[in-house]
């Protein structure tokens, strides 16, 4: 099927060529107003924090643009109406999944707090979650928006499911932790299930902009999967013996045991709930 990679691909160089457009001139506006600053940190997450949101943007822009021209159709994925509850239920789901978690790696040993310098809070927190906008916006639309709903629609939903999955594990791309993968395969299998059940992309977005923003947040990254710089972390791993070390995981809370054990309950109340409805009945 030639469409779903031709809407994909257009949505991913619009949304990255806003970014590189606009990242460069933030950063000059930047200097010029305060050029005794560090460019290469605190210029670095500012500029993030406000190319990222208008590379969200553009995302929803030319996803939204090319398939009321293309499939000349409304957009009912992306209709305004319910649109914000929608969104906050995601953002409520994403940071109660990850309140927990945290509470439990901490209980466990596996984690342990250390925030950095209360100055430095502003810029740690608004370059990780100004990424998040632009991830969940993105994720939810290549994942759900292209790939779930065009394989549903010409193979089936299962079909559909399945391959945003396993098209979710590929997306880890370097990270070549088992883990890693694994939790991008589930990741990407419940937001193929909430898609064939909602049949919108709001409630996706909320959760992935949230999930992946508070976790680039507590590992002091600039990206989702960055390993993270201590001085810009909160959280740091303990030594500890091989049981915590194994259920830490060798790539961050996300690709923790429990991340993965709590993702995985997650996907099968959503799979047997969207059994239930009639979901995977092809129309």
């Known amino acids: 099927m030639v469409w779903a990679p031709v809407l994909a691909a257009a949505v991913f160089i619009a949304g990255f060529g806003v970014y590189k457009s606009v990242s460069p001139l933030v950063v000059g506006l930047f200097v010029i107003l305060r050029p005794e600053a560090s ?3 605190e210029a670095l997450r500012l ?54 978690l945290m509470v439990v790696l901490t209980l466990a040993g596996a984690i342990a707090w250390r925030p950095p310098p209360l100055k430095t809070w502003l810029g740690h927190i608004s370059a990780g979650l100004a990424f998040g906008i632009a991830s969940g916006v993105l994720t939810a639309i290549v994942l759900q928006g292209v790939l779930t709903r065009l394989l549903a629609q010409t193979q089936g939903p299962v079909f559909g499911v399945v391959a945003a999955a396993f098209a979710a594990a ?9 883990n890693a993968q694994l939790g991008a395969l589930i990741d990407g299998l419940m937001l193929a299930l909430v898609f064939v059940r909602l049949g919108r992309l709001w409630l996706g977005m909320g959760i992935v902009a949230t999930w992946d923003g508070l976790m680039t947040v507590v590992r002091g990254g600039f990206y989702h999967g960055d390993d993270g710089n201590a001085a810009r972390a909160f959280i740091f791993a303990p030594e500890q013996g091989p ?30 709930r969207a059994w239930q409805e009639g979901r995977f009945s092809r129309a």
């Open 170 to 178: 590929w997306w880890t791309g370097g990270r070549v932790h088992v």
């Open 47 to 100: 500029y993030m924090s406000l190319a990222s949101p208008l590379a969200g943007i553009a995302f929803v822009g030319v996803y939204w643009l090319l398939v009321r021209l293309v499939e000349r159709r409304a957009v009912v994925e992306l209709a305004p109406r319910g649109a914000w509850i929608e969104a906050a239920r995601g953002v409520g789901l994403a940071a109660a999944a990850f309140l927990l």
């Open 243 to 272: 049981l915590i070390s194994w259920l830490r995981g060798p790539g961050g809370p996300d690709t923790s045991v429990p991340a993965l054990v709590g993702g995985a309950l997650a996907a099968g109340f959503l799979a047997w």
């Open 39 to 41: 460019l290469s940190d």
